[in-house]
């Protein structure tokens, strides 16, 4: 079993940064995946970013490529998703995801997911 807890969120000015963590405890595998997802009012929850607990592998949405930075840390068991050159169309709730072995874009690849954070860039 493993928990995941979401910080990080909040609002900010489009162009902003913000960063988001994900402290997970109980049982993880160094090379399965960690997901981040968004899910906007209204929409689908869409990938964002992926990486190995190893931080040896990411994949990132191509909406975010270039902006977004996923990394982890095997000491505080917390996987991070730095956002830089927000944009309005960024707003949504982010979750973070845990134990995905392949698929990694897709939500049904994990098995665990956070409670969410809200991210809200204003214009």
């Known amino acids: 079993q493993v928990h995941l807890a979401e910080s990080g969120g909040g609002l900010v000015q489009a162009g902003g940064s913000l960063r988001l963590s994900c402290a997970a405890s109980?049982?993880?595998?160094?090379?399965?995946?960690m997901g981040w997802f968004r899910q906007a009012p209204g929409k689908e929850r869409e990938f964002v970013a992926a990486i190995t607990w190893s931080g040896g592998i990411t994949y990132y949405a191509e909406s975010v490529k270039g902006r977004f930075t996923a990394s982890s840390d095997n000491a505080k068991n917390t996987v991070y998703l730095q956002m830089n050159s927000l944009k309005p169309e960024d707003t949504a709730v982010y979750y973070c995801?845990?134990?995905?072995?392949?698929?990694?874009?897709?939500?049904?690849?994990?098995?665990?997911w956070g409670q969410g954070t809200q991210v809200t860039v204003s214009s």
């Open positions: 109980g049982r993880t595998f160094s090379n399965r995946y």
């Open positions: 995801a845990a134990e995905a072995w392949s698929g990694v874009r897709g939500p049904d690849a994990y098995d665990y």
